[in-house]
């Protein structure tokens, strides 16, 4: 895996095109707030690890009631989505097609992380499949071959531990918005750590350039109200601004 430090936004779209150059397959991106955070779900991190079909099946008998138009009962990678999409911890890595919106998840908390390096990773998806003998082809979501790796966060069946790299068939503007792809992880091995040939890149924004790089980001529109398009987040938004200053 290479890693390279960035000091602006020009600086990671022409690293970025470097990239591109040596290697012309897809690239999807992920922000951290901290370099050193590995590629692994929320839910298989401490306190959540072993708790993962308690969450899903309690999350199902309990929003389903509360739902209008809920998926089906079977609809495995619908009801993932659902809970990816309320915050619910899952086996669901969110990507992006756009460096940009992850550089936004890299350096928007830079008050919470004042002495963390940040990083931008970038991600080839079809050397992953390829690698996990999914060939090298990209998936939604709602496939059977990702299903296959759905299913262990609801039933308890053997794992298949694989990671697979899919599109998010989700019907939402925050998707849309966000340019969202995943990784499913059916496996509690971080992706960082398979050490597959030339599939990561990790861009590092050091500490003290997190704050310029979460500005220029704002000038060019990448705002909390531009990356969530809801009300609430508006709302959020106005009272942050009001107390800046800004």
Same mark, same amino acid.
């Given at each position: 895996?290479?890693?390279?430090?960035?000091?602006?936004?020009?600086?990671?779209?022409?690293?970025?095109?470097?990239?591109?150059?040596?290697?012309?397959?897809?690239?999807?991106?992920?922000?951290?707030?901290?370099?050193?955070?590995?590629?692994?779900?929320?839910?298989?991190?401490?306190?959540?690890?072993?708790?993962?079909?308690?969450?899903?099946?309690?999350?199902?008998?309990?929003?389903?009631?509360?739902?209008?138009?809920?998926?089906?009962?079977?609809?495995?990678?619908?009801?993932?989505?659902?809970?990816?999409?309320?915050?619910?911890?899952?086996?669901?890595?969110?990507?992006?097609?756009?460096?940009?919106?992850?550089?936004?998840?890299?350096?928007?908390?830079?008050?919470?992380?004042?002495?963390?390096?940040?990083?931008?990773?970038?991600?080839?998806?079809?050397?992953?499949?390829?690698?996990?003998?999914?060939?090298?082809?990209?998936?939604?979501?709602?496939?059977?071959?990702?299903?296959?790796?759905?299913?262990?966060?609801?039933?308890?069946?053997?794992?298949?531990?694989?990671?697979?790299?899919?599109?998010?068939?989700?019907?939402?503007?925050?998707?849309?918005?966000?340019?969202?792809?995943?990784?499913? =992880?059916?496996?509690?091995?971080?992706? $960082?750590? #398979?050490? @597959?040939?030339?599939?990561?890149?990790?861009? !590092?924004? /050091?500490? =003290?350039?997190?704050?310029?790089?979460? $500005?220029? #980001?704002? @000038?060019?529109?990448?705002?909390?109200?531009? !990356?969530? /398009?809801?009300?609430?987040?508006?709302?959020?938004?106005?009272?942050?601004?009001?107390?800046?200053?800004?």
């Amino acid at each position: 895996m290479n890693s390279f430090d960035i000091e602006s936004i020009d600086d990671l779209i022409s690293k970025i095109t470097d990239l591109r150059r040596k290697n012309s397959l897809k690239i999807w991106f992920r922000g951290h707030a901290d370099k050193d955070w590995d590629l692994i779900p929320m839910v298989k991190r401490k306190p959540f690890i072993g708790r993962e079909q308690y969450l899903t099946n309690d999350f199902y008998i309990k929003a389903k009631n509360r739902m209008k138009q809920a998926p089906g009962k079977e609809d495995y990678s619908g009801w993932l989505s659902l809970m990816q999409h309320y915050g619910l911890p899952t086996r669901l890595l969110d990507w992006s097609k756009s460096p940009l919106i992850a550089a936004y998840f890299a350096t928007s908390n830079y008050q919470d992380y004042p002495n963390k390096d940040a990083c931008i990773w970038a991600m080839h998806p079809l050397i992953l499949n390829s690698h996990e003998n999914f060939g090298e082809y990209l998936y939604p979501m709602d496939r059977n071959t990702v299903i296959k790796l759905i299913i262990p966060a609801f039933k308890t069946i053997t794992p298949t531990d694989k990671i697979i790299a899919c599109w998010a068939v989700e019907n939402d503007l925050r998707m849309f918005v966000q340019q969202a792809a995943f990784t499913v =992880h059916d496996s509690d091995v971080p992706l $960082n750590k #398979l050490n @597959i040939e030339n599939m990561l890149t990790r861009f !590092i924004i /050091p500490s =003290h350039i997190k704050q310029k790089f979460a $500005n220029d #980001l704002a @000038i060019c529109g990448f705002s909390l109200s531009d !990356i969530f /398009p809801d009300i609430e987040k508006i709302s959020i938004e106005l009272r942050s601004e009001t107390v800046s200053g800004t």
